[in-house]
């Protein structure tokens, strides 16, 4: 009996047969691919979250806001006594406690805008940073600082992204301090000129009270910054954000040292 030569429809099947297992091979390699970016993005998500939902940052804030509330706590202090000894008529010893609180204060403005470049330089390296309000002026007493701040509300609305509204909220709080340096300054002078005046520290007061309103700023500035870090790769921050968040190496680094 003759054989039959292979007929064009028995090719196809062989090569349709072919094209499924193609496919079938295809789909296997993209599941196991999409289950290993599910397991490494899962992954990824839990070291981004970790850091703030441990309750380190809000440890970091408050231990900010402690730090920050200690010069002011010390010049505040001193303007008490200052008044008290106004009080008296001893108008020598209430402008040279004036002239401590003074440079308290500038001693530590300069702390602040250390702090303030630091967290504008962190604000770059993260991918993301959380929408932030602008700085109130209402809470300010003096001219100044509530001029800068209506203004800088007003310009804070056309800025496009978060990013640039959070490093522009940055510069307001530095030129801010700038500002209630300045004022202190003044103050002391006109006190030390005419120490019977009630303006010079009455004005000295009102320069403190803002003083301490652009910390809590910063305070807040930092606090959204940690959020803000929930976007960010742990191993990308700068080391000091990692100690901050209790990096398990320089943990075990400094048990080490202990021991």
Known sequence: MTRLPATSRTRRGGRTEARVIAVLLAAVAAGVVVLFLGRFDRDRALR????????QAAKATDALRTRLAE???????????????????????????????????????????RRLRAL????RMAEAIVPVPPVRPSQFKLAETRSLTSIAQWIHEFLATTQERFRF???VIGFGIRLVVRSIRGSRTRASIDPAQAEPYQTFGDSLHDFRALDEE???????????AAATERESLPGELRQIGGD???DEIKKNREK
């Not at 910063?218 to 803000?228: D, G, H, K």
């Open 248 to 250: 398990p190496e320089s």
């Open 169 to 171: 909220r940055l510069t």
């Open 71 to 113: 010069d002011t706590d010390i010049a505040t202090h001193t303007y008490d006594l200052a008044l008290k000894r106004k009080a008296t008529l001893s108008y020598d010893e209430a402008v040279r406690l004036l002239a401590i609180a003074a440079d308290t204060i500038e001693e530590a403005a300069e702390d602040r805008q």
């Open 120 to 123: 504008s330089i962190y604000a």
């Open 48 to 55: 981004r979250w970790d850091f703030v939902l441990s309750g």
């Open 218 to 228: 910063q305070v807040e500035s930092f606090r959204q910054l940690m959020r803000s």
